[in-house]
């Protein structure tokens, strides 16, 4: 009898030598002759279809790594957009009007321009690992590694303490700015 482990839950498979394999604890016995060893996890499975490859519960989880990374890319330029949409429309304005003092509008908007700039740096990083992994042949973005994306920006997600400690200190400056000031609604 051969004893090897699964990935996850770590089960145990055992051989007997008729040609079934048992998983051990369900008592599901497989015919050997249709098994092969999935490429990705590693984990001997039942191949009905003789297709070489990762099995369905590897196929499934491929396709979810895709979508987990399209959607935290898009949340990225989403966030983005909305930071640069913050600059435009209510820094630059403010910027140019007398409404706020330096000292205030330095306050409010100090870490602005860092938040946009680690935004933009996590995108950038984001699609040229996506473009590569895509060009040697990753259809699957196995070679995508989001971890090691955000520890090369790590040392720029200092600005987020400050902007959120002032967070609310910083809007409540606004909205009362907003109901004193005709200027502020122009």
């Excluded at 520890?151 to 200190?169: G, M, N």
Aim: proline letters at 3%; glycine letters at 4%; one cysteine or more.
């Amino acid at each position: 009898m051969v004893r090897c482990e699964g990935n996850e839950d770590r089960n145990s498979y055992s051989y007997s030598t008729l040609g079934s394999l048992t998983l051990r604890g369900t008592g599901t016995a497989f015919s050997t002759h249709n098994l092969q060893l999935c490429q990705g996890c590693r984990v001997p499975w039942n191949n009905e279809t003789s297709r070489a490859g990762p099995c369905d519960r590897c196929i499934v989880r491929q396709k979810d790594r895709c979508s987990l990374i399209e959607e935290f890319l898009q949340t990225e330029i989403i966030y983005n957009d909305h930071l640069v949409s913050l600059r435009e429309g209510v820094q630059k304005p403010l910027d140019s009007s007398t409404l706020l003092t330096p000292a205030e509008h330095t306050k409010i908007f100090a870490e602005l321009k860092d938040l946009i700039y680690l935004s933009n740096r996590v995108i950038a990083l984001l699609n040229d690992a996506i473009k590569s992994s895509i060009q040697h042949g990753d259809q699957h973005l196995e070679r995508v590694e989001i971890g090691r994306i955000l520890f090369r920006v790590w040392p720029h997600y200092s600005c987020f303490v400050p902007f959120v400690i002032k967070q609310e200190t910083n809007l409540q400056v606004l909205t009362e700015l907003e109901s004193t000031s005709e200027d502020f609604s122009n």
